[in-house]
């Protein structure tokens, strides 16, 4: 049974939504920095803090937010309690804000190396971007089953 906390970062697994938020971040990061920062170092520097801030977002999440789980019987069994839908759909929400501290910081520590512009809005407008496509990925996958 899937953590409604978890949502958001279970819909990143799947390859065209893992395609489809790199490739919106790295172009909106390069807007912003392609006078300050190489195309190489943009998709390292892009990649590198998507995957941590999955990593640590997955675990923060799971700590911090309800699971929408609830016992059903004295036997054990678990399933989705009532509010099931809405922690999923506010899994999203934390997911952006937290991806958006996260990437933000981990950006900063390489301040020095790389004369960021405006790095701020370059990671909130670039998560964004992804976040909603991210939205239309999961919207395509389950309403839809283009995916």
Request: net charge positive.
């Amino acid at each position: 049974m899937i953590l409604a906390s978890q949502a958001a970062y279970i819909a990143m697994l799947f390859p065209l939504n893992i395609v489809l938020v790199l490739v919106s971040e790295i172009a909106v990061f390069r807007f912003y920095q392609k006078s300050t920062v190489s195309l190489g170092s943009s998709i390292w520097l892009v990649v590198a803090a998507n995957a941590g801030s999955w990593l640590i977002g997955c675990i923060v999440a799971s700590i911090l937010m309800p699971s929408g789980l609830e016992q059903r019987s004295a036997g054990g069994f678990i399933g989705r309690g009532p509010h099931y839908e809405m922690y999923a759909l506010l899994s999203f929400l934390f997911a952006f804000i937290f991806s958006v501290l996260i990437e933000y910081g981990f950006y900063r520590t390489f301040r020095r190396r790389y004369h960021f512009q405006r790095l701020g809005i370059c990671t909130f407008m670039a998560n964004l971007a992804s976040y909603l496509l991210l939205g239309i990925g999961v919207i395509c996958l389950f309403y839809f089953h283009v995916i």
